[in-house]
């Protein structure tokens, strides 16, 4: 009994334990993967200060064309202010010249 527990005991620790590394190889692995981590921060960085600027560059574009749309919105009060305002003259003088017409013709008009 007491060798089949051995037995099993040295299949099972031959199967279970893993590699070992020495002390500087293991150093070597976790060094290795923080310059690769460092490498990878650095390059997301450089990403994000591009997209960064791009997406500063897009605002400021936005920006531009909100004042143009505001400056045009403005101008085309003013011009319809101005339209009404020319529309209620013009159409006040083509009373006035009618009224006007009438009296002249009913002068001369003879019957």
């Known amino acids: 009994m007491v060798l089949t527990i051995l ?23 976790t060094l290795e993967k923080v310059i690769r981590m460092e490498f990878d921060f650095e390059r997301q960085s450089e990403e994000y200060k591009e ?3 791009r997406i500063l560059d897009i605002l400021e574009q936005v920006k531009d064309e909100r004042k143009d749309l505001e400056h045009e919105k403005q101008s085309m009060q003013v011009g319809r202010s101005f339209l009404f305002q020319n529309s209620t003259l013009a159409t006040e003088f083509y009373f006035k010249s009618l009224c006007d017409l009438r009296s002249i013709y009913s002068v001369f008009k003879t019957d």
């Not at 279970?16 to 692995?29: A, D, I, M």
């Open 51 to 53: 997209l960064k600027s």
């Open 7 to 29: 037995a099993v005991a040295a299949v099972v620790g031959v199967v279970v334990c893993e590699p070992t590394c020495s002390r500087f190889e293991y150093e070597k692995q």
